[in-house]
């Protein structure tokens, strides 16, 4: 296999994908103190590659780019919004003004952290949960290799892909721009959100005491309405009196955030059926039992649940019209462990790199943007797909 070097990478990638960018290389997006480095797992780093059309603008869009040969060439891109660091910088200035982010730790690109300092102490702020706790003693290092989700060779395939040069850009990619989920975000249930996050290592949601909606259901509010927006027989029945379900929720916001009751009620009712925690987690074998409100209104659609789905899965479903709902859970390394997760929906492939499109369900902030994410990088994964 051919070296090749970040910027190398990232000019082969947009050259792959027909992309009408390039790769913003100005000294002060490299400089530490503009953009903290960006760690695989804590260990292998990344680079933050910011995209843009002219040299002289600001960057729209990024491409996130591993130089170790274990992993993907490109573990995430986006062709819109801010740099990856910027918007997650910023929720956490946002949040909490007094810490100083020494680094970003990247588990998945649906489970990243901040690593930060505020007064002579350490602390680990989740994102874009905005959880946090004080790092006590030294990190532990995660066991064994860092790169284990990924097979060698298949990194290696995927890396002389990017070097070929007879590769049609954009062949193997497929958006479903009529099926683009509306950006819903978690709500608290007695509507009392802060203006940021709890106070800086508590460890609690910014909803604490009360409880938060969780991502499963509005992961399942967002699949709602990419199926709507398609015209699925039945679906004139879900929200049937709202004028407002189409319209994205922010991410940020004092008091109640949701821009439509009948949507929020979903979530809600979603969040019992599921059976999920005060604090927002919901058990993958309880996925599928967020379809309880629409059975309630006579909805005639059949789902199907699937284990740790194949990549050709999501390019099949993908292909046939079909948004669907997909998860992964995990846990940090650390003597804290606590749990971490995500549930998405995906409307959109690229097969170059194995990607797939994905609405992250935290409102319209640009922290929260879709993104194309590397599927391989996902462990104890599960997905729901219409099937009639």
């Not at 298949?154 to 193997?172: F, I």
């Not at 994905?358 to 409102?363: D, E, Q």
Request: net charge neutral; charged share 20%; with cysteine.
């Amino acid at each position: 296999m051919s070296d090749m070097s970040p910027d190398a990478t990232a000019d082969a990638f947009i050259a792959a994908r027909g992309l009408a960018s390039t790769v913003k290389r100005a000294p002060a997006l490299r400089d530490r103190a503009a953009a903290p480095p960006v760690l695989w797992r804590g260990e292998i780093p990344l680079q933050d590659m910011p995209l843009v059309t002219r040299t002289d603008e600001a960057p729209a869009g990024y491409v996130l780019v591993a130089d170790d040969p274990r992993l993907p060439p490109v573990l995430e891109h986006s062709e819109a919004g801010e740099s990856f660091t910027a918007g997650l910088c910023e929720a956490v200035a946002r949040a909490y003004p007094q810490a100083t982010i020494e680094r970003l730790i990247f588990q998945s690109s649906l489970q990243i952290a901040a690593e930060v300092s505020s007064g002579g102490r350490r602390y680990m702020i989740e994102l874009p949960t905005l959880r946090s706790w004080e790092i006590v003693g030294s990190p532990e290092a995660a066991p064994g290799d860092v790169a284990e989700p990924f097979d060698r060779a298949t990194m290696d395939g995927l890396r002389q892909e990017l070097l070929s040069t007879d590769r049609a850009p954009l062949a193997d990619k497929k958006i479903l721009t009529n099926a683009m989920p509306v950006k819903y975000n978690q709500n608290c249930n007695r509507y009392s959100l802060a203006g940021g996050g709890p106070a800086l290592g508590a460890g609690t949601t910014h909803c604490s005491p009360n409880s938060i909606s969780g991502c499963a259901p509005v992961g399942w509010a967002m699949w709602v309405s990419a199926l709507k927006r398609v015209g699925f027989k039945g679906g004139e029945a879900i929200w049937r009196n709202s004028t407002d379900w189409q319209k994205d929720w922010p991410s940020f916001g004092a008091g109640q955030i949701s821009q439509s009751a009948e949507v929020n009620s979903f979530i809600w009712k979603a969040h019992r059926a599921m059976g999920t925690t005060t604090d927002g987690f919901t058990r993958n074998d309880k996925l599928a039992d967020g379809g309880a409100p629409l059975k309630a209104l006579g909805v005639p659609w059949k789902f199907r649940q699937t284990y740790k789905p194949l990549y050709e899965l999501a390019v099949n479903l993908v292909s046939t019209g079909l948004p669907f709902l997909f998860g992964g859970t995990g846990r940090w390394h650390g003597s804290t462990e606590p749990k971490v997760g995500h549930c998405v929906v995906v409307y959109g492939y690229n097969k170059a790199s194995n990607m797939v499109l994905v609405c992250k369900g935290w409102g319209s902030d640009a922290m929260a943007q879709d993104k194309f994410i590397n599927w391989d990088q996902l462990t104890d994964t599960t997905s729901i797909h219409l099937t009639s």
